[in-house]
């Protein structure tokens, strides 16, 4: 499982593959998620800027990549 911390309120979708090294490329994060391979909380998702927030979950080839608040290191 890949973490993504936010540092705004959200993240693009093919922006999030990239972070998360799912995908070399912002033309690759586009077409696989309009192929259809890209879940976001259990439902495919066709669109590359879906805005993902801190508790949401997207399903790629297998890997799982976890989106959570920007890690502060606070307890």
Known sequence: ????????DYIKLGQA?????????GVEAKIEIQD?????????????????????MVEYNGTIIKIENEKTGKR
Do not use: F, H, Q
């Open 1 to 8: 499982m890949e973490t993504i911390y936010l540092k705004e």
């Open 17 to 25: 593959l990239k972070a998360a090294g799912a995908v070399g490329s």
């Open 36 to 56: 259809g391979k890209v879940k976001v909380n259990g439902e495919t998702e066709v669109r590359r800027g879906k805005k993902l927030v801190a508790g949401d």
